[in-house]
């Protein structure tokens, strides 16, 4: 592992740090930090605030208000208001028009919003671009959808003539992560509103403030009521979202754990449902593999985002024939990655989002390392007393584990991979699906029918093959068994914001 600026002295780096998230600070934060209802900025009912901190120094960021029940209810009101009001008479045209400006606005300001997502979440900012392009690039391909969605008529015979119609539910409720604030917002906010809908979005009380900004700087694209932002805690804030009946549909993206909740809170009105849950997926090295484009891509597969993907490959099944040269490869290249301050240029891998990730990560390293697991590299915070006041922990790679073990089934959303070597590959695929997850995998072999196979084989909702976290939009992404429900990201995705209504006229 290497930093930055190893030649200076590590109180200089911490000062030059502080210094640099000041400013940017300054330039970049929102100017409104209340809750958005109705196209307008308020406080929350209760009065009730709560601070946002940069995971990078440890210091405030912002304060925003700590919304809870009464400011849902204010806000599914407005939502309706306005979806009964203008939004339901829009055009598609006009859908359109306005997703398109919001993604121009992204485009215009995306450096601003890729330094705030930087101090907001910890991500290295050269990351934080890349989930910009995604954000804009996202809002205009469901821009194009807006205009592209359609019914059907059915044939049946000559005595009646059998349509359908694809309707928006009217208001939708949506909850967010704080790992891909801006873009899992886009995710969200980009189907739902071209299929017609208002939203009341939740963004996570980690990473409130990219949000509040694009809710800022649209305020004259998007008709008012038509996004409305309730930020707050899960349980204050999420929950009577979940629980709304006035809510026709919910999307959530986060936690296993959580998405339980909230489908049981969806479940007294029977609210329709989409959820994007965790992962703990498998990434399968052939023995045929390129291996320098198979460790470069086993690399971003688990250390892109410091690990914060639900979809990070972070169980590795290397071949015996190869796993010698490939993990002396791999832990080459996880030693060379730069564990530093995410704003400058040449960090790899920023802190994690809090603290309490931070104790999260290493309770699950410590356990294996005490049921004798090994460390090919990593198992610790970084030796450096910069970073000493942020949330960083070192890219850690993990052998000689018990696949059952806890740090293996369970999801540790932290630059942490396991590794496991396969000789018989039924065996291995069986080890490979022995989780309750089934969000992604990945499939390095230079062999057409092996990795056809496999992709077969494998029970995930997303399987890339000689590349991983790859996310052009249009493809669709959404997980098997307990990773969740729906598909995001593609055509699909506007078909769960819409409901089909069966319309039967008779022809005698
Ligand atoms: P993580 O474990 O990665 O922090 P969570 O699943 O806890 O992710 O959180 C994802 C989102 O769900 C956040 O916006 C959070 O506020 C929200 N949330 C947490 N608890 C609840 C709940 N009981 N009901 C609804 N939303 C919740």
Redesign the pocket.
């Known amino acids: 592992m290497s930093t930055d600026s190893e030649s200076q002295d590590p109180a200089e780096r911490k000062s030059a740090i502080v210094t640099r998230h000041e400013q940017a600070a300054e330039e970049v934060l929102p100017g409104h930090r209340e809750l958005f209802i109705g196209g307008e900025w308020v406080s929350s009912a209760s009065g009730e605030t709560f601070e946002t901190t940069d995971p990078t120094t440890g210091e405030t960021l912002a304060e925003v208000q700590a919304g809870g029940e009464a400011d849902v209810d204010r806000a599914v009101e407005a939502a309706w208001n306005a979806y009964e009001g203008t939004y339901s008479g829009l055009s598609t045209a006009e859908r359109q028009a306005m997703l398109e400006s919001i993604a121009d606005t992204v485009d215009e300001y995306s450096e601003e919003f890729a330094r705030l997502e930087s101090l907001d979440n910890g991500k290295p900012i050269s990351e934080a671009r890349i989930d910009m392009a995604l954000v804009a690039d996202h809002f205009r391909y469901f821009a194009g959808i807006a205009r592209a969605h359609e019914g059907r008529t059915v044939e049946t015979d000559d005595s009646r003539h059998v349509q359908t119609l694809r309707e928006p539910y009217g208001v939708v409720g949506q909850?967010?992560?704080?790992?891909f604030p801006l873009l899992m917002a886009a995710w969200k906010l980009g189907p739902a509103l071209a299929a017609g809908n208002t939203v009341v979005l939740?963004?996570?009380?980690?990473t409130p403030l990219t949000v509040l900004k694009l809710m800022e700087l649209t305020e004259d694209v998007i008709p008012d009521g038509v996004v409305n932002v309730v930020t707050g805690?899960?349980?204050e804030?999420?929950?009577p979202?979940?629980e709304h009946p006035d809510i026709r549909k919910l999307a959530?993206?986060?936690?296993t754990?959580?998405?339980r909740?909230?489908m049981k809170?969806a479940a007294d009105n029977i609210t329709d449902l989409t959820l994007e849950l965790g992962g703990k997926s498998p990434l399968v090295v052939f023995p045929d593999a390129d291996l320098e484009r198979a460790v470069e891509t086993t690399i971003t597969a688990i250390f892109f985002n410091t690990g914060e993907c639900c979809c990070a490959g972070s169980r590795l099944f290397v071949h015996e024939d190869v796993k010698d040269d490939f993990l002396d490869e791999l832990a080459a290249a996880a030693e060379e990655l730069t564990v530093d301050d995410p704003l400058l240029e040449a960090t790899d891998l920023g802190p994690k989002v809090t603290a309490e990730q931070v104790e999260r990560t290493m309770s699950y390293i410590e356990e294996a390392e005490q049921a004798g697991a090994a460390f090919v590299t990593g198992g610790s915070q970084p030796d450096d007393e910069a970073l000493s006041d942020g949330c960083f922990v070192a890219p850690t790679l993990i052998e000689d584990i018990d696949h059952d073990s806890r740090a293996v089934q369970e999801e540790i959303?932290g630059p942490v991979q396991e590794v496991f070597t396969w000789s018989d590959y039924d065996e291995m695929i069986e080890l490979a699906n022995d989780v309750d997850y089934g969000l992604a995998a990945g499939v390095l072999t230079e062999d057409l029918t092996k990795a056809h196979q496999a992709v077969r084989d494998i029970e995930a909702g997303n399987v890339w093959v000689n590349t991983y976290n790859d996310f052009p939009a249009g493809q669709p992404f959404g997980g098997y068994k307990q990773s969740g429900m729906g598909r995001e990201t593609a055509q699909e995705a506007v078909e769960h914001y819409t409901q089909t209504k069966t319309a039967n006229i008779s022809l005698r």
Do not use: M, Q, R
Request: proline share 10%.
């Open positions: 909850i967010i992560p704080w790992n939740k963004p996570a009380e980690e805690f899960g349980p804030a999420g929950a979202l979940a959530f993206t986060g936690s754990e959580i998405g909740e909230v809170g959303f």
